[in-house]
C-alpha cells in the first residue's frame, strides 16, 4: 500500500456558501489530503464560504455547474447552512448523476438529509445528525427509504454517512478505504 493511496482521486466537497460545519470540513479534508486525494469545493456562490464558527474555505465550482465527470466521490458537509441543499434541484442533481455514474457519496451531520431528499438513500443503511430533541433528520431519512442507524459512522455500498463533527476523521477514512477499492 502506498502512503498516498488517493493521489489519483479527485474529490468534490460541497459545502454551504454560509454556516457550513467547520470541524466536519476541516477534519474530513485533513485525512483526505493526507491520503493525497486532489480536493474541489463546490457551493451556491464562488469566492470565499464562512463556517459557522468563522473559518473559511475558498470555493472553486458553483453547484449549478458541477459535473461529475471526473470525481471519485461526491461528499456534502453538515452545519446550518446545509438546509440551503435538502430542497436544492442542483444538489439533488448531482448526486443523482454521482450516484448513476458509480460515484463514491458521502455525508455527514445534517447532509445526510439532503441525500435522502435526492432519492439515493431507499434500501440503503445511513446516519444523520439527530438529538434527544430534533429527529427530524432521522424522520427525513426514513421517509427518503433509508434505514436509520445509530452509529457515528455508516457504510453502505458506495454511500458514507456519518452522524456529525466528532465523527469527521472516521468519515474521511471510510471514505480513503472506499476509495481505494
Not at 27 to 32: E, M, R
Not at 33 to 45: I, N, Q
Not at 121 to 142: N, P
Amino acid at each position: 500500500m502506498t502512503d498516498k493511496p488517493l493521489k489519483d482521486k479527485k474529490i468534490l466537497i460541497v459545502v454551504a456558501y454560509n454556516d457550513y460545519q467547520d470541524l466536519e470540513l476541516k477534519g474530513t479534508k485533513k485525512v483526505l489530503r493526507s491520503a493525497g486525494a486532489k480536493l474541489e469545493t463546490a457551493s451556491s456562490s464562488l469566492g470565499t464560504a464562512r463556517g459557522k464558527f468563522g473559518g473559511e474555505t475558498r470555493v472553486s465550482v458553483l453547484i449549478n455547474e458541477v459535473d461529475v465527470t471526473g470525481y471519485q466521490a461526491a461528499i456534502f458537509i453538515g452545519g446550518p447552512g446545509t438546509v440551503e441543499y435538502v430542497n436544492s434541484n442542483d444538489a439533488h442533481r448531482v448526486i443523482k448523476e454521482a450516484a448513476q455514474a458509480g460515484v463514491v457519496l458521502g455525508a455527514i451531520c445534517m447532509a445526510p438529509q439532503v441525500l435522502a431528499k435526492a432519492g439515493v438513500l431507499s434500501g440503503k443503511k445511513a446516519t444523520v445528525w439527530a438529538s434527544a430533541t430534533d429527529r427530524s433528520g432521522v424522520e427525513i431519512l426514513q421517509a427518503g427509504g433509508a434505514e436509520f442507524v445509530d452509529q457515528p459512522v455508516v457504510t453502505d455500498g458506495k454511500v458514507i454517512t456519518a452522524d456529525g463533527p466528532e465523527a469527521a476523521a472516521d468519515f474521511g477514512e471510510a471514505l480513503v478505504r472506499i476509495l481505494q477499492v
